[in-house]
Antibody, heavy 121, light 107 residues
Framework: QVQLQESGPRLVKPSQTLSLTCSVS??????????WTWIRQHRGKGLEWIGY???????YYNPSLRGRFSISMDTSRNQFSLKVNSVTAADTAVYYC?????????????WGQGTLVTVSS | DIRMTQSPSSLSASVGDKITITCRAS??????LNWYQQKPGKAPSLLIH???TLQRGVPPRFGGSGSGTDFTLTISNLQTEDFATYYC?????????FGQGTKVEIK
């Protein structure tokens, strides 16, 4: 059974970098044909897809976001990470990691429990 | 971006009711449509993928249908544990996008 768990600082100051890690158990992130993704949800709002990292380390990001996002993987720890540069209050959200399943069409399953990150001085 | 519009935004229903949630895409998304359930304080969980395929473990009272731009999620014989927010999600166009959610509340 695949499980994902987000971790990282819950409070980040404006203009700094938000860094989160997703630890994966029950599957190796660098095998198979899975993608691994980040999604965020602003308080009381809908879901916004951020981007993904492929099992071979390739990445793709939501082109509607402004290029401040970076996803990477650490195969030795079976983790993948999200960095958001130059954060503002608008980046305050619950951040989820998930596995992308399927081969076009795709779907997200399972999800991590999510972690609330607040951007504030 | 493909805009996903759900209706209604919220609804009140009773245990045992049958409800239908609609999701309309701003352009055709073929069969690349998923549904998720989210309970307060929890992560979304997959209910249905590819329009109508139930995720393993999802009760058969959940059903999905549709094609092109118009899709529906139907819940028959609504149970207490079904009161939650439901999101549709398309993975056809770039970027992948979600509907705004439909909150199902107890009447």
């Amino acid at each position: 059974q695949v499980q994902l768990q987000e971790s990282g600082p819950r409070l980040v100051k404006p203009s700094q970098t938000l860094s989160l890690t997703c630890s994966v158990s029950g599957a190796s992130i660098n095998t198979g044909t899975y993608y691994w993704t980040w999604i965020r949800q602003h308080r009381g709002k809908g879901l916004e897809w951020i981007g993904y990292v492929y099992f071979n380390g390739g990445t793709y990001y939501n082109p509607s976001l402004r290029g401040r996002f970076s996803i990477s993987m650490d195969t030795s720890r079976n983790q993948f990470s999200l960095k958001v540069n130059s954060v503002t209050a608008a980046d305050t959200a619950v951040y989820y990691c998930a596995r992308i399943y399927g081969d076009y069409p795709n779907w997200f399953d399972p999800w991590g429990q999510g972690t609330l990150v607040t951007v504030s001085s | 971006d493909i805009r996903m519009t759900q209706s209604p935004s919220s609804l009140s229903a009773s245990v045992g009711d049958k409800i239908t949630i609609t999701c309309r895409a701003s352009q055709s998304i073929n069969n690349h449509l998923n549904w998720y359930q989210q309970k307060p304080g929890k992560a979304p969980s997959l209910l249905i993928h590819g329009v109508s395929t139930l995720q393993r473990g999802v009760p058969p009272r959940f059903g999905g249908s549709g094609s092109g731009t118009d899709f529906t999620l139907t819940i028959s014989n609504l149970q207490t544990e079904d009161f939650a927010t439901y999101y549709c999600h398309q993975t056809y166009g770039d970027p992948w996008t979600f509907g705004q959610g439909t909150k199902v509340e107890i009447k």
